[in-house]
């Protein structure tokens, strides 16, 4: 198992654009890391980057504690799996799997037990004669992902490995690869756009934008505690409710919020919202009107428009069945524990 440790990265391309800025990131060992964002935060090429498979305008790449930036992709302890799996169509599954270990020039009996471990793994066993084009999309993807793991890497690299797999397989593909990485102890490094797969599988997740990180911690952290107003925004549904600061608390379209915050009187903030923060109950003297109402299986999500033009959104369960354009009580599970923002940054 190694740590990673990139520090101060810079990537600027020969067109003059920063993708990366000033990342500095540590990487736990036996840990998977989540590079999460959306296109062209240059979460794709950091990770391209450790791989070796593009070389940094400044900054370092550790592994173990060590500089790697010398050695070509080749030579480092990293394998990097895409998102397409690229595997070789003339091959069996079998031969895919093994070709690291046949460039190495390991012998076949060696390569023949490794394959069939690998593919009992990934819980592929007895898969090994077939072609690629007889498997289904989620059954690429784990020859894919065997055929990185065969060469025993130290660092594991995964660029949006399951972004083309439908719903249902990309629930079981996640699994599966949060299994193997606890069974294997692999340093893990994998890029998402996806906020739920980011926090699901990783131990720490780094939300990026514009080429830096915004907000580093754990899944949990950066779903509660947001530190800026993109990172809230971009985790999850959230609505952003205008504020004053007072002496009594945040005066807002839903009256005084108890928030005590240590900013001058008069400031304005933006209060972080989700659906399952917002409450409604069925009042005609309420100050919001219910404007919309989704069925979403496990519950309504209600859009509600708020005297001042701010929209919010609740979660509501199937029992509840407010009428469109009736008013409603609008509350708020637990006012003291919300986010609020100053020019974006977190209080």
Not at 51 to 72: C, K, N, Q, W, Y
Not at 94 to 112: C, D, I, P, S, Y
Not at 273 to 290: K, Q, S
Request: charged residues 20%.
């Amino acid at each position: 198992m190694t740590q990673v440790d990139l520090l101060h990265l810079d990537k600027t391309y020969d067109n003059g654009h920063p993708a990366v800025q000033d990342v500095t990131l540590h990487v736990p060992s036996g840990k998977i890391t989540a590079l999460l964002g959306p296109s062209g935060c240059g979460k794709t090429t950091t990770l391209k980057m450790i791989a070796g498979l593009l070389e940094p305008t400044r900054g370092d790449i550790l592994f173990g504690g060590d500089s790697v930036l010398h050695l070509p992709a080749e030579k480092r302890t990293a394998v990097m799996a895409f998102q397409n799996h690229l595997l070789f169509p003339y091959m069996s599954v079998g031969e895919n799997v093994g070709f690291g270990l046949k460039m190495r020039g390991e012998n076949k009996a060696t390569r023949h037990k490794r394959v069939a471990d690998l593919l009992e793994l990934v819980q592929l066993a007895g898969y090994a004669d077939r072609r690629p084009n007889q498997l289904s999309g989620g059954q690429q993807q784990r020859v894919a992902l065997a055929r990185a793991l065969i060469t025993e890497p130290e660092v594991l690299l995964l660029d949006e490995p399951l972004s083309n797999l439908d719903a249902h397989l990309r629930e079981e593909m996640r699994t599966l690869i949060l299994n193997l990485q606890r069974q294997l102890g692999i340093t893990t490094i994998f890029v998402t756009h996806d906020q739920e797969e980011a926090l699901f599988m990783g131990d720490q997740v780094a939300v990026m934008n514009g080429g830096r990180i915004e907000q580093l911690g754990t899944p949990e952290a950066i779903f509660h505690q947001p530190q800026t107003r993109f990172v809230a925004e971009f985790i999850g549904q959230t609505d952003f409710l205008p504020g004053a600061v007072t002496r009594e608390g945040v005066e807002t379209a839903l009256g005084m919020l108890p928030q005590q915050l240590s900013v001058a009187t008069g400031t304005a903030v933006e209060i972080a919202l989700r659906a399952d923060d917002v409450l409604l109950e069925p009042d005609e003297n309420g100050r919001g009107r219910i404007l919309s109402r989704q069925f979403v299986g496990i519950a309504y999500i209600y859009k509600v428009g708020l005297p001042d033009g701010t929209i919010v959104h609740s979660w509501q369960p199937h029992s509840s069945r407010l009428a469109i354009d009736s008013c409603v009580r609008v509350s708020l599970t637990d006012a003291h524990a919300l986010s609020c923002f100053v020019s974006g940054q977190a209080l």
